[in-house]
């Protein structure tokens, strides 16, 4: 039978744990983030249902964006044991450089729309954390300003062919002048794909005060605030812009783009070229033969065609048919580090991510996008460790099964 008795203020005392609350309100806020889906749900929050559905959306139906997560939902490991991982070292090499985390903030465009900070919170972050950032065509801080604020950060460029070929070149002059180590080529957008989520919002660059944001901005103020109080949008490749994304892209990008300007483009650009939005391995091959130093996987996060292949799926027979002549990078998607990690096995050099470090952009700007790294580093480390590996390069195709 068991008796009961009351406990003594010794046996209580050692149980009691007082909660610390951070003063700072973005502090308080990223305090029980532990995973990318958390500052999605915080950045849901904070932001207005326009700017998040800009980031969070992808073309059409969205069929591609749910295969692509579906894709690393199903990824099976398969770990060894007794091996000795009382350390692991995440990092790998690409473009010839040694990185300390396999993984790289991918290019995104309009970012200060998604905090005020925009690129400068993301190059910092990057420094800090010594990851390759790559700076958008679109992106809404100049070339040379993320270069200023993030002068020992390893950054890229990213470039869309132009209408305006001279306009083009002027870009890349500028990007060499200003130490970006590589050029991004994005190939995957002749046009603008249809996302339908900007166009339910009635999404322009800058947001429209309309009577749907007016409403809007009662319930996100710090957000209007901050987009209001600060400087005017302006982009790394032009002064303004007053439209839809879907109109900037179809007025400013030529759709006949060939595997011609690959080669002007390279004799233009005299460091290391990527070319980014590879779905076959034809075009993966032609990209090599055209001067790419490295080619990336990507369905543009889904935001172009709809119901294209999965990246991951696609990513071993693209590495077995040109990654002995240049380094293969894996993009959409990627939402923890352990979908890193099955990139890597799968072939991959490096993988690119998007959407989750925007979710810490959002949540909390600079702060977010640190913790975003944190938490991706950390779970990539984890993953290998539990894998049974100590290193990047131990990685093989037998450790996942993709179901």
Same mark, same amino acid.
């Given at each position: 039978m068991t008796t009961r $008795?009351?406990?003594r203020w010794d046996e209580l005392r050692p149980l009691l744990r007082f909660q610390h609350v951070p003063l700072d309100p973005t502090e308080r806020r990223l305090a029980g983030v532990n995973t990318i889906a958390d500052l999605r749900r915080i950045a849901y929050r904070r932001t207005p249902r326009a700017v998040f559905d800009y980031t969070d959306g992808a073309a059409e139906q969205e069929v591609s964006l749910r295969r692509m997560r579906d894709a690393f939902r199903r990824v099976e490991f398969r770990p060894g044991v007794l091996r000795d991982v009382s350390a692991a070292d995440p990092g790998t090499t690409v473009l010839g450089q040694r990185w300390r985390l396999p993984f790289a903030l991918a290019p995104t465009g309009f970012t200060r729309m998604m905090h005020h900070e925009g690129e400068r919170a993301v190059v910092r972050a990057a420094q800090t954390a010594d990851v390759t950032y790559a700076l958008s065509t679109m992106g809404t801080t100049s070339i040379e300003d993320v270069a200023a604020e993030g002068p020992h950060a390893r950054k890229w460029f990213q470039l869309y062919v132009w209408r305006d070929r001279d306009a083009g070149k002027e870009l890349i002059q500028r990007a060499l002048e200003a130490d970006y180590e590589a050029l991004v080529l994005t190939v995957d957008t002749p046009i603008a794909g249809a996302r339908m989520r900007d166009v339910r919002n009635g999404l322009t660059i800058p947001p429209s005060l309309t009577p749907t944001t007016v409403l809007d901005a009662a319930l996100h103020p710090a957000w209007w605030f901050n987009l209001l109080t600060t400087e005017p949008l302006t982009f790394a490749s032009m002064t303004h812009w007053g439209g839809t994304v879907a109109d900037l892209v179809n007025r400013m990008f030529d759709p006949s783009v060939t595997f011609a300007d690959?080669?002007?483009? #390279?004799?233009?650009?005299? #460091?290391?070229?990527?070319?980014?939005g590879i779905q076959n391995? @034809?075009? @993966? $091959?032609? @990209?090599?033969?055209?001067? @790419?130093d490295a080619v990336v996987v990507s369905n543009h996060g889904g935001r172009q065609l709809d119901r294209t292949p999965v990246p991951l799926t696609l990513l071993p027979e693209i590495s077995d048919a040109v990654g002995d002549r240049a380094d293969v990078l894996l993009d959409g998607g990627i939402t923890s580090g352990a979908d890193v990690v099955a990139g890597l096995a799968l072939g991959a050099k490096a993988c690119l991510v998007g959407r989750a470090y925007l979710y810490g952009l959002m949540a909390g700007g600079e702060r977010g996008v640190d913790r975003a790294i944190e938490i991706l580093a950390e779970e990539v480390t984890r993953t290998l460790r539990l894998l049974g590996v100590r290193s990047v390069d131990e990685l093989d195709r037998w450790h996942v099964s993709l179901g």
């Open positions: $008795r009351l406990p690959v080669d002007w483009i #390279r004799d233009a650009w005299p #460091r290391s070229l990527v070319v980014k391995v @034809a075009d @993966a $091959r032609a @990209a090599v033969e055209h001067g @790419a």
